[in-house]
């Protein structure tokens, strides 16, 4: 396939949306570098294509997105309250944290069908029938691999996952992307991101209240201190995990990505580790770096063993330090949560850290400030 270049996806979006107003600069690096990076990977033709249209719709979304707010400036006098971020490295708990903190009423979190498709933004009242939630509801259905991530077409999603696009600075970890690419992201100015992410928060939440947002994210400790100029009120959950036990994990389910999406063969299943461990560790340097600078009045601590062996106590112990009030339904709901998501529910997540070329000694040795610190 003929590589994409930015004036013509720009132009396939302004076909799409019937608009010509991409709002805020900022986003055009990253998408000349996206087009630059995705020819040079092995895909599948049809990956590479849908990949292609992948890009052209966040680019029709982000005009669509501009389209509603000239409709609809009153939406710009929103505030978004909080918000609270889960952080830590993947494979640490942040879904599991996140998920038993969605079942609180009081917050707003991002669900992916709404993120895909954010214009018109959803109603109260009207999310069971909304087309986008019924047709994503559906793909998880027929896709999920809930041995390796849980899923809930209605729960709480990466923000970073669905929203980063729209500013054209995704990492896309779902692809075996470049060195130079990954370089450019890890080293990349977010001012524009988490301003647009702000935009679209607005916008999702005008509609559909509340206005206290709970988000997730890995990636977001590449970016901890971005992410707190633009919400100075943000409160950050780390979760915390041994990274002997974290980035196997990561290297087994990133594999599993890449090898759905590249021609057969093209791929090196024992440098899958390294690559992982390169890149989170990096990402653990800058996020100690940025936690130091921020203060730890900031952060509240969670650690993966304890949510697993004592989640009711855990939570109670989270609640205080976030001010809430943890209710006896909560503490009943967060209990429910873990029956039905009980390690092993869904079947087991199988791989070692050899088979992707790596040592346990290695790994604990690329983040030992990190190990040492917090007691994992």
Not at 148 to 154: C, R
Not at 194 to 202: E, K, N, P, T
Not at 231 to 247: C, E, G, L, N, Q
Not at 290 to 309: K, M, P, S
């Amino acid at each position: 396939m003929k590589a994409m270049t930015a004036a013509e996806a720009k132009a396939r979006a302004v076909a799409l949306a019937g608009a010509d107003d991409f709002g805020a600069s900022g986003f055009e690096e990253g998408l000349e570098r996206a087009l630059a990076a995705f020819p040079r990977l092995p895909l599948k033709p049809e990956v590479m294509i849908a990949a292609m249209d992948r890009i052209v719709q966040d680019l029709a979304n982000r005009l669509r997105i501009e389209q509603w707010y000239a409709a609809h400036p009153e939406i710009e006098a929103q505030a978004v309250e909080g918000p609270i971020l889960v952080c830590g490295l993947p494979r640490t708990g942040t879904t599991a944290t996140v998920g038993m903190l969605a079942l609180d009423p009081r917050f707003r979190f991002p669900r992916m069908w709404e993120m895909n498709q954010p214009v018109p933004p959803p109603r109260l009242g009207e999310e069971a029938d909304d087309p986008r939630a019924v047709a994503y509801r559906e793909a998880i259905k027929a896709h999920s691999h809930a041995s390796q991530h849980i899923a809930d077409p209605d729960g709480p999603e990466e923000d970073m996952v669905g929203l980063a696009p729209l500013d054209m600075h995704a990492y896309h970890g779902a692809f075996p992307m470049p060195d130079d690419f990954v370089d450019w992201w890890t080293s990349a100015d977010f001012a524009s991101t988490y301003a647009y992410h702000r935009r679209v928060l607005s916008l999702l939440q005008s509609e559909r209240p509340p206005h206290l947002w709970l988000l997730k994210g890995p990636v977001h400790l590449f970016q901890l201190e971005a992410f707190a100029a633009e919400y100075p009120d943000t409160k950050f959950v780390w979760t915390h995990r041994d990274p002997a036990s974290v980035i196997p994990s990561v290297s087994s389910l990133q594999y599993t990505l890449h090898s759905a999406r590249c021609v057969e063969g093209a791929l090196d299943k024992a440098a899958a580790g390294p690559k992982a461990l390169a890149f989170w560790a990096r990402g653990m340097k800058r996020a100690l770096a940025a936690r130091d600078r921020l203060g730890e009045h900031r952060f509240i601590d969670v650690w993966n063993r304890d949510v697993v062996a004592r989640p009711v106590e855990t939570f109670a112990g989270l609640y205080d330090r976030l001010g809430f009030d943890f209710t006896p339904q909560l503490e009943a709901d967060v209990a429910d949560y873990n029956r039905r998501n009980a390690q092993g529910a869904f079947g087991e997540h199988r791989y070692t850290a050899e088979e992707y070329g790596l040592t346990n000694e290695a790994i604990r040795e690329a983040f030992a400030d990190y190990c040492t610190r917090f007691d994992v």
